[in-house]
Each structure stands twice: as C-alpha cells, then as structure tokens.
C-alpha cells in the first residue's frame, strides 16, 4: 500500500488526501453472505502543512511516508476486527439450526453495529496520526513550531448487502447500483455544464481575438502601403488615431491593450474551466469502478448488459478526460500567441518602435503560431466536440440507470 493521493469524500475538511486505502484489499477472509461496498478509509491533512512538507525537500516527503506507513499499519492492525464481526454473521447462517427472520435481523444489525463501531475506531486513529507525527518533527524543526496541522481522516459511504446463500445475489447491489448511477449521471450532467461555460468562453474569446489580430493587420498593411510616417508615435498615443490610419474602426492602443488583457482573462478561464471538467471525469471514473467492482459476482442478463454499457461508457470518459487535457494544451498555445500580440502592442507603444521587428518579426510569428493550433477557433470547434462527448455519456448512463432500476422491480 502506497501513497495515493486524489480528491476524496468522507471528510469536512479540504486538503490534500495522502494517503486512502480500500479495507477489502487488506482483508484475508473473503465473507460468503456479505458484500461490502464502500469501505474506503482516507487521511489528510490541510493544504498550508501539506505544501511545507512538499517545499521540505530533505525531510518532508519523509515525514509523508512516515504518516502513510502510520495508517497502513493502522488499517493492516484494525482488519482482524472486522473479519471477526463478518466471520460471526457466516457461521450462523451457516450453522444446523439457521436462524429465523426475527433472528436474522438481529443478527444483521449486531454486525452494522460492530462494523460502525470498528470504522469509528480507526477513524479515530487515522485522525491522529498526522498530528502525532507532525507534533514530533515540529520539535525538532523550530521554524514550523507556528504552524498547527489539521488533520481528518474519513471513510467514504459504505454499504453491507446481505446474500440470501453463498452464491445469492446481493439483495441491495441494485438498489445500491441506482445511487451509483444516479451520482455519475449528476457528475455527467455537471461536466456539460462546465463544458457549457468552456464553449461560451472560447467563443468570447475568438471575438476578442478575431479584432485583435484584424487590428494589427490593419496596422500592417498601412505600414506596407504608406510607410512607417503614416504610423507617427504622437499620432498612436492619442485616444484615436483613424485619421492617420483612414479607418474609421480602428480603435487606440488603450483599446488593443485593453483587448489583449481581456483575451488572456477568457483564456485563463477556459484552462481553469477544463481542469473542472478533467476532475470531474475522473471523479465519474471513479464512479463506474464502483458500478462494475459491486457487479463482478452478479451473474444475470442485466448484469452482462450493465457491464457492456459501462465498458462503452469508460471509452467516452477516458474520450472526455483527454479533450479536456487538450483544451488545456490549446490555452498553453493561445497564451503564447497572447504573448506576441501583447508584445506587438507594447512594442507600438514605444517613444521609438522598433518597426521593422514589430511587422516584419513578431506579426508572422503570430500568424504561424495560429496555424499551428493556437487560433481560438480550433479551440471553440474542440469545445463543441467536448460537449457531445458529455452529452453522450449523459444517453448511455441514463441507458445504465434504466436497466438498474428495471432489475430492482
């Protein structure tokens, strides 16, 4: 068991996850009336000590992996208490004299009884492993002794479905699959309201660009045509110069730096939009493994159809995740096509532009650089393209929930 680190649920806390690990992958006794679903422990600590730790790079990670092995020892050491409470409920329902309904109810509530009782404990221990810890390492590194760790350690939602026999299927894996569903068609339906706000962002941003770029080509081919006299400073720096240019539409350099800015805004809103939508497709991945891990000992039609219809959903996820990294790598490119554009205008801004480097240099470059994938167009096209991926997973999930809740009646 290794540190993994991602985005959990089971805490009240934000912060940085270090370490979450599954109870069933440490357990030895597999249980023949039992599914267990859930049972996800995690621990984490705040993000201010989590990036001291990371900023530490001779005796930080250390400490990490200290409080990692902590936890794993902790999980490893708890096991036994829950195989204990499992191995109870198999043999009575496995001994001569099987116990009635009344009995068996109990029974069933005796055992979420022990296992609420067990989660609590090693809740309580993962919890302060990371304070024990920190606290020991701070007194022998006075320069944190300022900063106090906050710590939380969680257990994502977990279920117990009680089999009617060893082979049986689990009478609460549908029941349990519709919540599954349901939470990775919300998921879904989040990702193409993100995607929504991605498209309308790159669109913006193709305006803005789209003047920019007819602005300074303007700017150029007066350059080309009458010669870098009809450009004079004195003319530029003043609220308009159309009168120089013969343009009526040719806005001021405080509007071509104003639009420059706003370009780089859009653009940095549409790479924030698409980390969004990637962390939202990871955590539906997340989602499905859960779906198909409480469907692996089911053997039934709806099963098989269940497990057909997510292994195409898992193909338009993994789809969306890599559009949403490549909407990413477009912003990176559209950033450096900014950068020349900014430059063009800082450049004509000069007491003595360089004219020759501004018309003969830095405009070509951006017209190459936006052949190459930087135009904002190329981007709003892949956004589109984004959006039916989405809107695709939403069909197929519903597809998934629908047959799910067929088998539940």
Not at 132 to 160: D, H, M, Q
Not at 186 to 201: N, T
Not at 265 to 290: C, H, M, P, W
Not at 299 to 318: C, N, P, T, V, Y
Request: aromatic fraction near 6%; charged fraction near 25%; proline fraction near 2%.
């Amino acid at each position: 068991m290794g540190l993994r680190r991602l985005h959990a649920t089971g805490v009240a806390m934000s912060g940085t996850v270090i370490w979450s690990y599954s109870l069933q992958k440490v357990m030895s006794y597999k249980p023949k009336a039992i599914q267990l679903k859930g049972f996800e422990f995690s621990m984490r600590i705040d993000d201010l000590t989590a990036n001291l730790m990371a900023k530490d790079p001779h005796d930080g990670p250390r400490q990490q992996q200290f409080m990692v092995d902590d936890a794993n020892d902790a999980l490893r050491k708890k096991a036994p208490v829950f195989e204990t409470a499992l191995k109870k409920y198999d043999a009575a329902l496995t001994s001569k004299e099987p116990p009635d309904q009344k009995e068996l109810k109990q029974l069933q509530a005796e055992l979420r009884a022990d296992l609420d009782k067990a989660c609590h404990e090693l809740r309580y221990q993962l919890n302060q492993i990371p304070i024990r810890r920190w606290k020991a390492w701070v007194a022998t590194r006075k320069e944190y002794s300022k900063y106090k760790l906050v710590a939380a350690a969680g257990v994502g939602a977990s279920t117990v479905g009680f089999v009617a026999s060893a082979v049986g299927v689990a009478s609460g894996l549908f029941t349990g699959g519709v919540t599954l569903v349901l939470g990775i068609i919300g998921l879904f339906r989040s990702i193409v309201s993100v995607v929504q706000k991605l498209d309308k962002l790159w669109q913006e941003a193709e305006d803005v660009q789209r003047l920019l770029v007819a602005s300074t080509n303007n700017i150029k081919n007066i350059y080309d045509t009458k010669g870098r006299q009809a450009l004079a400073v004195h003319s530029l720096a003043q609220a308009s110069f159309n009168a120089v240019l013969g343009s009526s539409c040719m806005p001021s350099l405080d509007a071509l730096q104003s639009n420059s800015k706003l370009w780089l805004n859009k653009l940095q809103g549409i790479d924030v939009a698409a980390g969004e939508a990637a962390a939202l497709a990871v955590k539906s991945l997340d989602e499905t493994e859960k779906l198909e891990k409480a469907l692996q000992t089911v053997k039934s039609k709806e099963a098989d159809k269940i497990r057909g219809e997510l292994d195409k959903l898992r193909k338009l996820i993994h789809k969306n995740l890599d559009s949403c990294h490549a909407q990413s790598a477009r912003c990176n490119k559209g950033r450096e096509l900014h950068a020349i554009y900014d430059a063009i205008i800082q450049n004509l801004r000069k007491e003595q532009p360089m004219w020759g480097f501004i018309f003969d240099k830095l405009i070509p470059a951006a017209s190459g650089l936006a052949l190459t994938g930087a135009s904002a167009h190329q981007g709003l096209l892949a956004a589109h393209d984004l959006l039916q991926v989405a809107e695709q997973c939403i069909a197929i999930g519903a597809g998934v929930g629908k047959v799910v809740k067929d088998a539940v009646n």
